[in-house]
Nanobody, 125 residues
């Protein structure tokens, strides 16, 4: 799977932004997707994940209620809608994928073998 993340930028606190991650793979394969982020000087952390079916979603506590992960399998694209953004959301956001059954997704970065290049988000006034 080749992944291309986009949509990052600079926003003010309280603002919204939507990240996208486009995947290139064979149409017959199913895969879970995850978003992770890495802030300056910090380790990469889990943000959100979604199964192929969309029936399983997971969120980090720090983003629950503010971020929504979704996917459009016809477009091979996963989205991360981010609302009520805070300065602590500032980071490089990476999308990740792993071939899996339709209901599987994980919060663990080690279980994803395919990664996008990252897109940067800055939340600042």
């Amino acid at each position: 799977v080749q992944l291309q993340a986009s949509g990052g930028g600079s926003v003010q606190p309280g603002g919204s932004l939507r990240l996208s991650c486009a995947a290139s793979t064979r149409a017959s394969l199913t895969y879970a997707m995850g978003w992770f982020r890495q802030a300056p000087g910090k380790e990469r952390e889990f943000v959100a994940a979604i199964s192929w079916s969309g029936g399983s979603t997971y969120y980090a506590e720090s983003v629950k209620g503010r971020f929504t992960i979704s996917r459009n399998n016809a477009k091979n694209t996963v989205y991360l809608q981010m609302n009520s953004l805070k300065p602590e959301d500032t980071a490089v956001y990476y999308c990740a994928a792993e071939f899996a059954t339709t209901s599987w997704a994980s919060t663990r970065s080690a279980l994803y073998n395919y990664w996008g290049q990252g897109t940067e988000l800055t939340v600042s006034s």
